[in-house]
């Protein structure tokens, strides 16, 4: 009997965002993977959980898929984890997903935590229909991207480093002219921070202090700044 896969979502900040169903997943799994032992093992301490851990990250989950499909099919049931977050939302998970689902495991999704969410909601710009992005690429194709982002009709979503954040306010204000845009960093953890403006309120705002913590960014998209214009 094959063993099944579970996608665990964890905490972005605050421990207590678990959901009980994880946890009691998390509890029940033959093993978890980690794409960071450390920092799973801290969650898991707080939890007070005692679990086999094993290394899957974005280096070497190409090198240990097929170990780890040959343990769902001898019957062990596998959690996923990130260090933050849902698996898969600019995480590794996509490969072992696909090829799970290839050799007819089970695979389970457990709803949760997630960056961009609770900062699309807080942004106050429209949500019924919205595009995610994740993280630009650094180098090749990161003007193609900026283009297309130019001529996005629904609200964006992006992620970046912290040490980049100033850097791509200025790019998307030169790509798409002024927009109105939301930067929340520290999501769920005490230094929580939404802050709203004009990209060139922003530029000015975070170029003044050092940025700390995950950046979610969400920009409106063209129909709405045209809609504001219009008023």
């Given at each position: ?15 207590e965002d678990i ?13 978890i993977l980690a ?193 504001n214009e219009d008023?």
């Amino acid at each position: 009997m094959q063993g099944e896969l579970f996608i665990v979502p964890t905490p972005i900040g605050n421990l207590e965002d678990i959901t009980l169903r994880a946890i009691n997943i998390l509890k029940s799994v033959d093993v978890i993977l980690a794409e960071d032992t450390r920092t799973t093992l801290f969650l898991l301490k707080h939890l007070q959980i005692e679990k086999t851990l094993k290394s899957y990250h974005q280096h070497n989950e190409h090198k240990i898929l097929e170990e780890i499909i040959s343990m769902l099919n001898a019957g062990k049931n596998i959690a996923l984890v990130s260090d933050a977050g849902t698996p898969g939302i600019s995480d590794p998970g996509f490969l072992l997903i696909r090829e799970s689902i290839s050799n007819g495991v089970k695979v389970t999704t457990l709803p949760g935590a997630t960056a961009f969410v609770p900062a699309l909601v807080n942004s106050g710009f429209p949500c019924n229909e919205f595009s995610f992005y994740g993280f630009l690429p650094q180098k090749k194709g990161r003007q193609t991207k900026l283009k297309l982002l130019a001529q996005e009709n629904k609200t964006f979503i992006l992620y970046e480093s912290p040490f980049r954040l100033v850097k791509l306010l200025e790019e998307l204000k030169q790509f798409t002219g002024e927009r109105r845009a939301s930067v929340s960093r520290e999501l769920s953890k005490m230094f929580e921070e939404n802050k709203r403006g004009t990209l060139t309120e922003l530029i000015t705002y975070f170029s003044s202090k050092t940025v700390k913590g995950e950046i979610v960014v969400v920009v409106e998209g063209s129909s709405s700044k045209e809609e504001n214009e219009d008023e």
